[in-house]
């Protein structure tokens, strides 16, 4: 147990549904990041929040869009997806963002399949 | 262009071996690197992290070091054991600014 929760494990989805993951984290963490996992790719950075401001968006398309209400709560809204982004959604915390040495904590991921 | 590389073929060894696992960059300047230990279905858990400043760390039956004129680092587990079998990642920061970038992972098996 990281200490950074994500709900729900698994998720299936159409392509024209609307649908939400959930990041909770009560480390006390100052920034927050969703990751992209596909099979055999790196995980691809998506969204940092640092201090509840988004800080970096690496071009990710508007299909997804983030939502971080306060430190410890960080939302990943999903709409029209295509059947390319299935994969493992993973959110992160760590602490001292931006120039920090923080070690990230991951949670367990959300395995996301759009049909 | 900017790239991390892990060995891309998975490593299989045979237990009480020294594992040995590679991370090169390329057109970075990192502060730190690390290291992140996966197994299936989960999320990263972080093992170790080093410094630019720093030649080599140690944890336990992990050891790490860093250099940084050739941009690598390299990953080393002594006496390996089967429950050491997982996928290893590396990271480092990007702009010196806290945000993490991986490479693509190298899956270790070990055998009893």
């Known amino acids: 147990e990281t200490g950074v929760t994500q709900t729900p494990r698994h998720l299936v989805m159409g392509m024209t549904n609307k649908k939400s993951l959930k990041c909770e984290q009560h480390?006390?963490?100052?920034?927050m990041y969703w990751y992209k996992q596909s099979a055999k790719k790196p995980l691809e950075l998506m969204f940092v929040?640092?201090?509840?401001?988004?800080?970096e968006n690496n071009s990710v398309p508007s299909r997804f869009s983030p939502e971080c209400p306060n430190s410890s709560h960080l939302f990943l809204h999903l709409h029209t997806l295509q059947p390319e982004d299935s994969a493992l959604y993973l959110c992160?915390?760590?602490?001292?963002?931006?120039?920090?040495?923080?070690?990230?904590?991951f949670g367990q991921g959300t395995r996301l399949t759009v049909v | 262009s900017q790239k991390i590389e892990q060995n891309s073929e998975a490593l299989n060894i045979q237990e009480g071996k020294t594992a040995t696992l590679t991370c090169n960059y390329t057109?970075?300047?990192?502060?730190?690197l690390q290291w992140y230990r996966q197994d299936p279905g989960r999320g990263p858990v972080f093992l170790l992290l080093?410094?630019?400043?720093?030649k080599e760390k140690r944890k336990e039956r992990l050891k790490v070091t860093f250099d940084t004129t050739l941009k690598q680092s390299l990953f080393h587990i002594t006496a390996s054991q089967p429950a050491d079998s997982a996928t290893y990642l590396c990271?480092?920061?990007?702009?010196?600014?806290?945000?993490?970038?991986f490479g693509q992972g190298t899956e270790l098996s070990v055998k009893p």
């Open positions: 990271a480092l920061d990007h702009n010196q600014g806290g945000k993490l970038i």
């Open positions: 057109n970075y300047s990192p502060a730190y």
């Open positions: 080093i410094r630019e400043n720093e």
């Open positions: 992160a915390s760590s602490q001292d963002f931006p120039g920090g040495l923080g070690e990230a904590f």
């Open positions: 480390l006390g963490h100052n920034a």
């Open positions: 929040y640092s201090l509840e401001e988004r800080v």
